[in-house]
């Protein structure tokens, strides 16, 4: 037999070889070869000449380049792999598998795309007041969601918001605002809490707990409130006029002035306007504001308030009473319709200390713009302005008291009898760098002293009385200044000093600056020193400003609140005498 058994031999090989070797046996059969043809090569030699049976040959006849060609073909290389069963079933599983994968995804990304996100929830205490920080978190029921969040009242977006990572302190007031997101998907409404932190927020009008977007609206509730829960602090809005009298005895600061949110302090004050009162006295007027008590020290504050008494006999804006000491600043401040009206009274051991304020006797007959009886009170950079008043009408009036004014303006008006200031039985007294008006009335005087012996440094004292006109007056009873020194003197024709014990007007100012008679003759007390006259007037239209052509000599130079001038300029070198730089 020519044919050798199989060796090496692929499956697909052994299929063709049967195959060929049955054509060739049924040619060789049917036909015989024609006359001129070649002879017929042996069968073993026919294959031989085949490819891909060439192995066929025995291996002792192939040829060189016959056994290369057998090698080839055996390799597994060779084998194509669409001939390869295994290599594409599993090509087909991959294939499956591929076409699995990507209907998992688009199937998976459909389900996030449409996948409802609800609101996350804010988790810790309930939203209210709180004296101090509270710890929140934010959560979410979507496993595939994120959460974003703002603090500023702003509404959260995925792409410019905080991610929420951890639980949020708060330790100011906070609007809380937070969303959820499924990345590729849709997003959730919002969830928002409100947090008061250390404040209570008072709006007319207002029915919230006093968070700054739910103001309440009573201010006595917010009083009480606050000092239940040890808060220190009632803000106040600028929208609207709150109406009613109101005391405080705890120590709560009051700060008017707030826009709409509660977010930042503008220069409109909140308005009180007191209640109308049917009976008052001196030591216990109608007022807009009543602060009282020794609980109510120089840690609390009064600001950005604009207090109106009401209509009653004796009525004022502001009351200062029984030992309260509070800090005010940036306060306005009037008497109501009456006979007796204040901006201020400041009664009983009171001791406020006030600054960049005004302070009116408003509408009463006789009115003050600043009342202290038997109480101490300092004022800076404050304007205290006598009212319409025209039985009687005074910048400041103090009886019984210690008082120090500091780069302010005290003037009274055009009443019957009006001074600047005016000092009863007041043993302690300092006005320095300070701007002092008498009225334009019958009776008037810059400085009205009584068994009070005030320092007086670096002031300017006018007066336009239409009668009796004078700077200073000394009334009876030993009244005197301790020290008079770097004042200047305008108008106050009836003379710049007056001494009601003698009888005597001291008119001129010597080349020292002594306060002298006509005569020459000088002031035996004080021993004035730097003084000296000028011919500028003061109007009350620009707040009593010192004309910058005036011409003055320098001041002297002083320290603590003397040294920054009603506007809140620091002075500088040369020092200029009054309230303005």
């Known amino acids: 037999m020519l044919l050798q058994p199989f060796k090496r031999r692929p499956f697909y090989k052994a299929l063709l ?13 049917k036909s015989e070869p024609s006359k001129g043809s070649a002879k017929q090569e042996p069968i073993s030699q026919v294959l031989a000449v085949q490819e891909n049976v060439a192995y066929e040959k025995p291996d002792s006849v192939l040829t060189e380049k016959e056994k290369e060609k057998v090698e080839e073909l055996d390799s597994p290389a060779a084998v194509e792999p669409s001939l390869q069963p295994q ?52 959560s979410t029921t979507i496993k595939e969601a994120k959460i974003v969040y703002s603090l500023d009242g702003s509404n959260p977006d995925p792409k410019n ?22 990345p590729g998907g849709r997003t959730s409404g919002m969830a928002q809490s409100e947090y008061g932190i250390a404040e209570i927020c008072v709006a007319a009008g207002g029915t919230g707990d006093g968070r700054r977007r739910q103001p309440m609206g009573d201010l006595r509730a917010a009083i009480s409130k606050a000092d239940s829960l040890g808060i220190a602090l009632v803000k106040l809005g600028n929208s609207g006029e709150l109406r009613g009298s109101y005391e405080l005895k705890a120590a709560v600061s009051l700060s008017g002035g707030w826009n709409k949110d509660f977010s930042f302090q503008e220069k409109k004050p909140t308005v009180i306007k007191g209640d109308d009162q049917d009976s008052s006295s001196k030591k216990a007027p109608a007022f807009a504001l009543k602060v009282s008590g020794s609980k109510v020290d120089g840690k609390v504050r009064l600001d ?28 306005v401040a009037s008497g109501g319709d009456s006979s007796y009206g204040y901006g201020a009274a400041v009664i009983n051991n009171a001791a406020p200390d006030f600054k960049y304020s005004s302070l009116s006797g408003g509408l009463g007959a006789s009115s003050y713009g600043l009342s202290v ?16 008043g025209m039985v009687s009408g005074n910048g400041l009036s103090a009886t019984d008291a210690k008082i120090k004014l500091s780069s302010s303006v005290a003037a009274g008006n055009s009443a019957n009898v009006s001074y600047g200031v005016a000092l009863y039985n007041c043993k302690e007294a300092r006005l320095e760098s300070s701007t002092i008006v008498g009225g334009s009335g019958r009776d008037a005087a810059g400085i009205f002293i009584s068994v009070s012996n005030p320092q007086i440094e670096n002031c300017i004292i006018s007066s336009t009385g239409s009668q009796k006109s004078y700077g200073i007056i000394a009334n009876y ?97 040369p020092w200029t005498i009054g309230a303005y730089q």
Do not use: W
């Open 477 to 573: 009873g030993n009244s005197a200044p301790d020290k008079l020194a770097y004042t200047i003197f305008l108008g106050s024709s009836g003379g710049l000093y007056y001494d009601a014990d003698s009888r005597t007007a001291y008119t001129n100012i010597d080349s020292s600056g002594a306060i002298t008679m006509a005569d020459g003759k000088s002031l035996a007390r004080p021993a004035t020193e730097h003084c000296a006259k000028a011919g500028f007037s003061l109007d009350a239209t620009n707040g009593y400003r010192t004309p910058s052509s005036s011409g003055m000599p320098a001041a002297k130079v002083l320290g603590g609140e003397a040294a920054t001038d009603i506007l809140g300029i620091a002075r500088s070198q």
């Open 87 to 138: 290599t594409a079933e599993k090509a087909a599983d991959a294939g499956q598998q591929t076409s699995m994968q990507a209907d998992a995804a688009l199937a998976e990304a459909m389900r996030l795309a449409t996948l409802n996100v609800p609101p996350p929830v804010i988790s810790g205490p309930a939203p209210g007041v709180y004296l101090s920080s509270v710890t929140v978190t934010i």
């Open 304 to 331: 950005r308030l604009d207090l109106r008494g009401g209509e009653a006999t004796y009525s004022a804006g502001l009351l200062v009473i029984d030992g309260a000491s509070p800090t005010i600043t940036n306060i």
């Open 373 to 388: 009886d038997s109480a101490r009170a300092t004022v800076a950079y404050s304007f205290l302005l006598a009212g319409s």
């Open 161 to 182: 918001s905080k991610h929420y990572t951890a639980p949020i302190t708060l330790s100011e007031s906070t609007l809380v605002k937070a969303i959820a997101y499924v």
């Open 17 to 29: 070889l049967p195959g060929i070797v049955l054509l060739l046996t049924l040619s060789c059969g």
